[in-house]
């Protein structure tokens, strides 16, 4: 369980520090966009008993997850 939870975490801060890092672009939302679709790519693609398939899907959602708050956050903050 740990280490699940420290996974997402470690996702989620990774998304958050790509969509800080990119806050002055206009089109900053396209890598939610793209961590989102990644994770969703391989999560269809993972062939039946591929752990190693989920764990990465698993990491590019909480990215994904960590970019959107992140953008929420910076919309709500202006």
Do not use: N, S
Not at 29 to 41: D, E, I, K, M, N
């Amino acid at each position: 369980m740990f280490p699940t939870i420290l996974a997402a975490l470690i996702g989620a801060l990774a998304g958050a520090f790509l969509r800080f890092d990119i806050r002055k672009d206009p089109r900053a939302w396209l890598l939610t966009a793209a961590l989102a679709a990644v994770a969703l790519a391989l999560f269809w693609l993972m062939p039946p008993g591929q752990e190693f398939f989920g764990f990465w899907a698993f990491l590019f959602a909480a990215a994904a997850a960590g970019a959107l708050l992140c953008g929420a956050g910076l919309r709500l903050h202006r």
